[in-house]
């Protein structure tokens, strides 16, 4: 076997077919701000500007300026009912300064970058200073074609004391309302977008903005003649959105849909916001089918490998543990011959939610049917390979994988589902979650815990646990579920989870949280299933079961005797006529047994 044999999901192609269409990156619009060394700006009878521009040049600057007009079919009218702003032409504005060009420069570059003609020689051409004073407004409205090659609008807004003024851009069935506040003075808010957008100024509601307009032109001189247009897929958004929901409703379908991108990304640098060409553009139309199909969308890095026996086929490509790589070559499948797989693994790690935060998710397996487009990585070359050369009476062996970044999709209600497939540690950070949004979310987190909770015990049997570097919960998952349980203010899943899950692997690192869980037990249930607890576990963690019952000792009430009498019960087992083991707590007296009888009250 020369190459790793992957097999993917041929049942997905419909998907498949939509989102090979999608190709072009780029967003209808951009929206930032830059903290810069703030240019030389001078506006013919006004001056030089400060920053934030103060009231009495604001005063100025509208003294020189003109209302602006609009333009209806091949009329320009001026309608302050329609468009509400002062205008100052660009042949008075003058830029300068050491750092403007190199910050203009990397402006223009977000720009080009966020509209996806990144590809594209684009430059932005000046072409007014707009004043909104307070009530200052502009009605929805298309901008022209001012110039050849004029493909979309540049919108700086300069540092100014203001609130309200919004621009909200619609395009197709989407719409974005960019706020423009700019009251830091060396910060500067830009907004772009293709000219076919529908868009228009909120009214300014306190002080005054001030921007300028550039046209943003494509330019045609080159041999390939692309002409830009507005990303749209709104057709793509639809029909993948309808394959989603079928998807989702399918008891038939995989678990989750694993797709992955075509440039290869780094860990530390793998977001949402760093991806490329048609992997960003992908994966904007998987978030927007997303959202109208109840799933949820994160990035990750999937790691596929294999070991196993080989044969070497005499190239230069020899590894060992302690070695580097020999290879005078390129390194390529052919310098060994995978006789045998004696192992496998395929798992996802490293996630980033849609806001390029860190999900704490762990390791998650891909199962059977899950991964896509088929074929992805047939004709590749293993990101990783090692060959360990015979040695005694074992033959060559060999090591290889891959890491790729992916685009990962399942649907919100199997949220759970997915994540406990890496283990119940994995699934724990989004049961917390839920708990701390409170009562909105009760029911899904009472779900999710229950699930949970069913899961926990058989956890550590997973199958390739190891290879897919997947922990088994520890002491301190189990406490911090107790503590999750307690907050969800859930008795039922508290008790259970403590009989089915700490009594079995009890080791006195969750006494704390035992404790804290009595407020929601209650006083007999708590006596019960503790009792059971201390008289399973007190022949092997005597010490452990007596510091628990010194913690519950502080509590008057009689049901606690029940505990007690479970913990006395259990010496006869461990402690001898006249001894103790070691490390068990000594209380008063010379029998054991019977000191800790009077201290409980048995």
């Known amino acids: 076997m020369k190459s790793i044999e992957i097999e993917y999901n041929r049942e997905l192609r419909p998907l498949e077919a939509i989102l090979s269409d999608v190709t072009h990156p780029g967003e209808f619009f951009v929206a930032g701000a830059m903290e810069i060394p703030m240019p030389r700006m001078e506006v013919k009878g006004v001056g030089a500007l400060s920053f934030p521009i103060p009231r009495p040049q604001i005063r100025a600057l509208v003294q ?16 302050t009912s329609v468009r509400n702003v002062w205008h100052i032409d660009s042949a008075s504005v003058k830029i300068g300064g050491k750092s403007w060009a190199a910050s203009f420069g990397s402006i223009v570059s977000k720009v080009t970058a966020g509209l996806g003609c990144s590809d594209e020689t684009v430059s932005a051409e000046l072409y007014k200073m707009l004043v909104y004073d307070c009530g200052g407004f502009f009605l929805p409205h298309r901008d022209t074609e001012k110039t050849a090659g004029m493909f979309g609008t540049l919108v700086l807004t300069l540092p100014s004391f203001h609130h309200g003024g919004a621009l909200r851009i619609l395009h197709a069935e989407r719409e974005v309302t960019i706020e423009s506040d700019a009251n830091e003075p060396s910060e500067i808010s830009f907004a772009a977008f293709y000219s076919d957008c529908e868009h228009e100024v909120m009214p300014v509601r306190e002080g005054v903005r001030v921007c300028l307009v550039y046209n943003l032109i494509q330019d045609r001189t080159k041999s390939r003649q692309r002409i830009l247009k507005t990303p749209n897929y709104e057709s793509q958004v639809v029909g993948t959105a309808l394959f989603l929901n079928d998807f989702r409703s399918s008891p038939q379908t995989p678990l989750k849909i694993v797709w992955l991108l075509d440039h290869q990304y780094s860990p530390a640098g793998l977001s949402f916001s760093s991806l490329k060409g048609a992997d960003a553009a992908r994966a904007r139309v998987l978030l927007q089918a997303a959202d109208r199909a109840q799933c949820v969308v994160h990035l990750g890095v999937v790691h596929i490998g294999e070991t196993g026996a080989a044969e070497w086929d ?45 999900a704490a998710f762990g390791h998650i397996p891909i199962a059977k049917g899950e991964l896509i487009p088929a074929g992805a990585l047939d004709k590749e070359p293993p990101d990783e390979k090692r060959l360990t050369e015979a040695s005694g009476n074992e033959g060559a062996t060999y090591e290889r994988s891959y890491h790729r970044a992916a685009l990962v999709l399942w649907p919100a209600n199997r949220m759970t589902d997915v994540l406990l497939k890496g283990g119940v540690a994995a699934a724990m950070p989004y049961l917390k979650q839920l708990t701390a949004r409170g009562k909105s979310v009760r029911g899904e987190a009472i779900a999710a815990a229950r699930r949970i909770v069913k899961a926990w015990p058989a956890d ?41 899950t700490v009594i079995p692997t009890y080791d006195g690192t969750e006494n704390a949280s035992l404790i804290d869980s009595l407020s929601v037990l209650g006083v007999a249930n708590a006596s019960v299933v503790l009792s059971a607890l201390v008289k399973a576990r007190m022949p092997d963690h005597p010490a452990e079961c007596i510091e628990l019952l010194r913690n519950l000792s502080g509590d008057s009430s009689p049901s606690f005797e029940q505990v007690a009498k479970a913990a006395v019960a259990g010496l006869d087992r461990i402690v001898g006529q006249n001894s103790e083991p070691d490390g068990f707590p000594q209380f008063a007296g010379a029998n054991g047994r019977t000191s800790a009888a009077k201290r409980f009250g048995s």
């Open 460 to 500: 550590a049997q997973q199958p390739d646990r190891f290879a897919m570097g997947i922990p088994a919960a520890g002491a301190a998952d189990r406490a911090g579920m107790i503590s999750t349980l307690v907050d969800m203010n859930a008795p039922g899943l508290v008790e259970q989870f403590i009989r089915d």
């Open 314 to 358: 005499g190239g230069y490509g020899f590894y060992d543990d302690d070695e580097e790589q020999h290879d005078e070559g390129e390194g390529e499948d052919d310098d060994f011959t995978a006789v045998t797989v004696d192992d496998s693994w395929q798992y996802l790690d490293e996630w980033r939610d849609r806001d390029d935060r860190p």
């Open 64 to 79: 020189h300026a003109t209302r602006a007009p609009y333009g209806r079919g091949e009329e320009t009218i001026i309608d």
